[in-house]
């Protein structure tokens, strides 16, 4: 299973930007998908994540401001970032937990897409 994340960029304080990450390969079933961020000397933390039903889950300081959704038919999560402030300013992931046809687990990540919050 591959993850292709895209959609980062550059965007003034108070834009928007929608972040994609579409799954590709072998795939049976995905449960969870989320996206994470790294800012610089920071450890990774989850921003959003939401289940195969639609259950979404969010950081506290991203709350009211990002929207994380999903299209179970192409295998796709997005997040959609309003209000973006510096603080925003990171190396964004997307995960997945895929599990096979004979039950298998697994995490997978995206190959993380930069998004910069300046004036």
């Known amino acids: 299973v591959q993850l292709q994340a895209s959609g980062g960029g550059l965007v003034q304080p108070g834009g928007s930007l929608r972040l994609s990450c579409a799954a590709s390969g072998s795939i049976f079933r995905i449960n969870t998908m989320g996206w994470y961020r790294q800012a610089p000397g920071k450890r990774r933390e989850l921003v959003a994540a939401i289940t195969s039903g639609i259950s979404t889950n969010y950081a506290d300081s991203v709350k009211g401001r990002f929207v994380i959704s999903r299209d179970n038919a192409k295998n796709t999560v997005y997040l959609q970032m309003n209000s973006l402030s510096p603080e925003d300013t990171a190396v964004y992931y997307c995960?997945?937990?895929?599990?096979?046809?004979?039950?298998?687990?697994?995490?997978?990540w995206g190959q993380g897409t930069q998004v910069t919050v300046s004036s």
């Open positions: 995960n997945a937990e895929h599990v096979s046809t004979t039950g298998v687990r697994g995490i997978y």
